[in-house]
């Protein structure tokens, strides 16, 4: 089992930059790639970004390619997502998630793929 949970967010202007963090318990976590996903209102969830298990590589949406960062540090249990040069269409609820399966290489986009979610965090970037 994997418990997360999210903070960092709040409401920015066009171009800030926010840092969110996902702090996680359980013994798996070190095991497991991590993802970003977000949310607006209205939308479905999207795929934001995804590290290894090992963080060895990453993996990002087109549309937060060149601006967003995740990173995590297996020591502290904690995954971060630093986001840059935010755009209004960037407001989401963002919420980290764990893959179900654990030392794979293989990233996955599919929410369902992702078996331990946190609460969210909202991000809200204003013109």
């Known amino acids: 089992q994997v418990q997360l949970v999210e903070s960092g967010g709040g409401l920015v202007q066009a171009g800030a930059s926010l840092r ?30 995804a590290i290894s298990w090992s963080s060895s590589s990453t993996y990002y949406a087109d549309s937060v390619k ?34 179900r399966r654990r030392y794979t290489s293989y990233f996955s986009t599919a929410a369902h793929d992702y078996a331990y979610w946190g609460q969210g965090t909202q991000v809200t970037v204003s013109s």
């Not at 359980?26 to 999207?46: I, L």
């Not at 249990?77 to 755009?87: D, E, F, H, I, P």
Request: charged share 20%; net charge positive; with cysteine.
């Open 66 to 99: 060149g601006r967003f960062t995740i990173s995590r540090d297996n020591a502290k249990n904690t995954v971060y997502l630093q986001m840059n040069s935010l755009k209004p269409e960037d407001t989401a609820a963002y919420y980290c998630a764990a893959d």
């Open 20 to 49: 969110l963090s996902c702090a996680a318990s359980g013994s798996t976590f070190n095991r497991n790639n991590m993802g970003w996903f977000r949310q607006a209102p209205g939308a479905e969830r999207e795929f934001v970004a």
